[in-house]
């Protein structure tokens, strides 16, 4: 053994690439090794640090956000549903507004206004819902003051019915044709 610089006898290194075996002096060792051609340029994988504070913290607070969240939707399904429907009918979607009208007029998740419901349910027959033409000529065959001209009722219900609703067909005989109430 030869010592080192600090003074400490250490052993020789043994070649990764030599194949022999110690306790068998009769081999010799193998003289036309052939070494890969990427041998010298793996390297070994180095030790990682430590995340830091500010990622420890942000990934602590999406947790708690995310766990609040669910307890949230678990308890108050509905709401939160409303709240995406809502959401969807802000960005214009017709069968989102419809759903939201449809909420307004129930009163079981938001306080009945019939006005708010009113208003989409008119944004969603203006872009073709069958339902919601139904609702809006049904509510203006009511009483409610939709603000509908006269004969429009007839052509949402034309519309509905054109739409696969079979209720409006019943509404349009009895209130437009019979009744002329449209």
């Known amino acids: 053994m030869a010592p080192d610089r600090t003074g400490m006898r250490r052993r020789p ?13 009769e081999m010799e060792p193998m003289k036309d090794i052939v070494r890969p ?41 509905e709401h939160a549903l409303f709240q995406v429907h809502r959401f ?15 909420k307004y007029i129930e009163g079981k998740i938001v306080d009945k206004d019939y006005r708010k419901a009113i208003e989409y349910f008119k944004m969603a027959a203006e872009q073709g819902h069958a339902h919601a033409s139904y609702n809006l000529a049904v509510s203006q065959l009511k009483g409610l003051n939709v603000g509908l001209k006269k004969g429009e009722a007839r052509r949402l219900l034309e519309h509905a019915v054109n739409n696969g609703i079979e209720k409006a067909k019943d509404v349009l005989h009895t209130y437009c044709y019979r009744h002329k109430a449209c």
């Open 13 to 25: 290194r043994r070649s990764n690439y030599h194949l022999i075996n110690e306790d068998d002096r």
């Open 37 to 77: 051609p990427y041998a010298d340029k793996v390297y070994l994988a180095r030790k990682k640090k430590p995340d830091s504070w500010v990622v420890i913290s942000a990934e602590v607070i999406l947790i708690l956000t995310l766990t609040c969240l669910t307890v949230y939707v678990y308890y108050y399904l």
């Open 88 to 102: 969807y009918a802000y960005t214009g979607h017709p069968h989102a507004q419809h759903l939201v009208a449809e």
